[in-house]
């Protein structure tokens, strides 16, 4: 009997837009990092004393999680839009490089500040004040750009070349619209898993950050 071939395995790839960001902010970290050193020397003393002192303090004061949230809230639904609004621009592109590029240089700027004041255990310090939030937006963030990338796909076209069809003629203003229309269920996805990241940020990133700062310091 003749063996029956088996399929191969398929894997995806990671698109291309994600490929991009994520090479625009391994440069920007970079960046961050050597500018940080650079400037180490005035840009970084009147801040050690404020740092230090608000650092030590953190055990003490009274934060409310209501306000993280609502702050973590209107920063990542400001982002998330901003990525909606260019992906029916032509500077799309543009925008999302850029976007990758200015978050990579200022977490940069945080590590080499961290690193400068604490040596290598301000590594650990770094991650303390991103983890755990981080682990669900920066995989949240390259789904959201990969799919705004196909999206400003889409939506350029349709303006370019409306639909036909045996029966109506759609104009780009209503392919437009149902092309938006069809965007709601992602939409509403991605402002729960922001809603997710930010609770995480209120409730679990700030004891995290307390307790290492009592503990550890």
Known sequence: MKSVPQKAKTYKKLPSSCKIT????????????????????????????????????????????????????????????????????????????????????????????????????????????????????????????????SFHDEFISCISYPLHDNTYNYSARQKKGKLALCQFPFIMLCLLFIAAGCFIEANLNLPLVIWYSSHLV
């Not at 993280?68 to 799309?92: E, P």
């Not at 940069?108 to 040596?119: D, E, P």
Request: hydrophobic letters at 55%; aromatic letters at 16%.
């Open 22 to 149: 994520l090479f625009f902010a391994i440069i920007g970290i970079t960046a961050g990092c050597i500018t940080g050193n650079l400037l180490k020397e005035n840009l970084y003393s009147p801040l050690i004393t404020i740092y230090n002192e608000t650092l030590n303090n953190i055990p003490e004061l009274d934060i409310s999680k209501s306000d993280i949230l609502l702050l973590a809230l209107k920063r990542n639904v400001k982002l998330f839009v901003l990525l909606y609004l260019f992906a029916l621009t032509n500077l799309w592109t543009y925008y999302y490089c850029a976007f990758a590029l200015y978050t990579g240089f200022t977490n940069g700027l945080l590590l080499a500040f961290n690193i400068i004041l604490h040596g290598f255990p301000g590594l650990l310090r770094f991650l303390f004040y991103l983890c755990p939030q981080a682990l669900l937006f920066i995989p949240l963030y390259l789904m959201i750009i990969a799919h705004c990338d």
